[in-house]
Nanobody, 120 residues
Framework: QVQLVESGGGLVQAGGSLKLSCAASGSIFSINTMCWYRQAPGKQRELVARITSGGSTNYADSVKGRITISGDNAKNTVYLQMSSLKPEDTAVYYC??????????????WGKGTLVTVSS
């Protein structure tokens, strides 16, 4: 069983910064990607950033230049450094992990989310 634990959310003023962490634990054979999604009240969950096991990254257009995703393979941890935060960044941020087991079967895991609130 794999567990994801997010941390680092909180209340910040517009223009401020936060760093989110997501640590994966449990039986992990191979990680494919680690992602951050977010869901604002009344809106659909959307992809914020993705990083592959090889270090390739991609970002939603709305966060490019303000948010950086990074990973620590040794710790099975992914980070989301957010700066120049805007009130529209307010959301619950979720970590998503995709893995492959020894037989090649893929599995998706989600964290429970961490709330980020940006005040104007």
């Amino acid at each position: 069983q794999v567990q994801l634990v997010e941390s680092g959310g909180g209340l910040v003023q517009a223009g401020g910064s936060l760093k989110l962490s997501c640590a994966a634990s449990g039986s992990i054979f191979s990680i494919n990607t680690m992602c951050w999604y977010r869901q604002a009240p009344g809106k659909q969950r959307e992809l914020v950033a993705r990083i592959t096991s090889g270090g390739s990254t991609n970002y939603a257009d709305s966060v490019k230049g303000r948010i950086t995703i990074s990973g620590d393979n040794a710790k099975n941890t992914v980070y989301l450094q957010m700066s120049s935060l805007k009130p529209e960044d307010t959301a619950v941020y979720y970590c998503k992990l995709t893995t492959t087991d020894y037989s090649g079967r893929g599995t998706i895991y989600w964290g429970k989310g961490t709330l980020v609130t940006v005040s104007s």
